[in-house]
């Protein structure tokens, strides 16, 4: 009996590893398009995705990124982005954006939409492409 209990314990582990971030609530599996940063429209193209548990990615105004994602939803924290380096008329727009998603800290999924959140408020509302 007690080996059964034990084994029992050791299946459930896995399990408590699984993914916990934004990307298992709702946000995997799709490419969000941002459409507003600070209550503006945002009228060039940055996607976010999240390919695999612990990464998000995409592609900004000029520049391909990615960054760790390991923070439990609702929380997000991009840490570092990685970026190309390409120029292109568009890298202000660029790096408000890159400045807003490292500085976003709380994450939500409404079906088709998902919104960006620091200290100050709503930052980055994206919607998942068709």
């Excluded at 923070?71 to 990685?82: M, N, R, T």
């Amino acid at each position: 009996m007690r080996s059964f209990a034990i084994l029992a314990a050791l299946s459930a582990l896995p399990q408590c590893q699984g993914d916990e971030t934004v990307r298992a609530y709702g946000a995997g599996d799709k490419t969000w398009t941002l459409v507003e940063l600070d209550g503006t429209p945002f009228n060039v193209r940055a996607t976010l995705t999240f390919p695999e548990t612990g990464k998000i990615a995409g592609e900004a105004p000029c520049n391909a990124y990615s960054a760790a994602m390991t923070v439990p939803y609702p929380w997000f924290d991009a840490g570092h982005i990685a970026a190309t380096r390409r120029a292109c008329p568009d890298l202000a727009a660029e790096a408000a954006f890159l400045k807003a998603l490292g500085d976003a800290t709380i994450s939500d999924v409404l079906g088709d939409t998902l919104i960006l959140s620091d200290d100050s408020g709503e930052r980055l509302v994206f919607k998942a492409a068709d």
